[in-house]
């Protein structure tokens, strides 16, 4: 089937997101906290709904010796913005020639309804989107099913007709799960030429 719209992930496929990256802590230490915390772990969390004050404060029960690690936690929001490191190369240029080519675009997103605001102000490719469903807002993340049948019925989309683009292989493989078509997303250069196949660009 044609493809009408095409689905893009945000994190890593427009926008560079380095956990790593602080204001003001060294790399070392944000590795050390991050890992001493959990935070993957808290993070996925988050994408599903959860407040930052509240993982905190179950860091700060887990681990009642080690204040710095809520602390860490506590003040991810106010440290997020210099995670976004810079646009993926290429990315904002895809976009427009999709839009160009007259592509439904949508975006499906694992964000923290706490943090997104500062991805829109960082990348403004992403408010070159129709929209944006964020996995924070509604509380459900991906790779579960749910958020693709919600993606959905909210945009009115055939999954049949609906390409979803996702760095992640377990997101990918949902999305297909559920009817849509996938692209693993590497790169930019390799994301055209599956478009090009799919006669979604000249």
């Known amino acids: 089937m044609a493809i009408e719209t095409v689905v893009f992930d945000l994190g890593g496929v427009l926008v560079v997101w380095d956990p790593l990256s602080h204001p003001t802590l060294p790399t070392e230490r944000v590795a050390e906290l991050i890992e001493a915390s959990g935070f993957r772990e808290l993070n996925l969390r988050a ?11 179950a860091v700060a029960r887990r681990a009642p010796g080690r204040p710095e690690l809520a ?7 106010r440290a997020f913005p210099a995670t976004l490191t810079g646009l993926v190369p290429g990315a904002a240029e895809l976009v427009e020639e999709l839009r160009e080519a007259g592509v439904r675009l949508l ?9 997104y605001p500062h991805g ?6 992403i408010s070159r989107l129709e929209s944006v469903l964020v996995s924070g ?33 377990a997101n990918v493989e949902a999305a297909r799960s559920v009817g ?7 790169g ?4 055209r030429t599956e478009l090009i196949e799919l006669d979604v660009l000249g």
Do not use: C, M
């Open 120 to 125: 829109v102000a960082a990348a403004p490719v």
């Open 180 to 186: 849509f078509q996938a692209h693993h997303f590497t």
């Open 47 to 57: 994408d599903a709904g959860e407040t930052w004050v509240d993982l905190a404060a």
């Open 188 to 191: 930019t250069d390799r994301l």
């Open 71 to 77: 602390e860490f936690i506590a003040d991810y929001p």
């Open 137 to 169: 807002e509604v509380g459900l993340a991906k790779p579960n099913p749910a958020i693709f049948h919600l993606l959905a019925e909210r945009y009115d989309l055939d999954p049949a007709g609906t390409l979803f683009i996702d760095d992640s292989p």
């Open 107 to 115: 975006g499906l997103t694992n964000w923290s309804a706490e943090t």
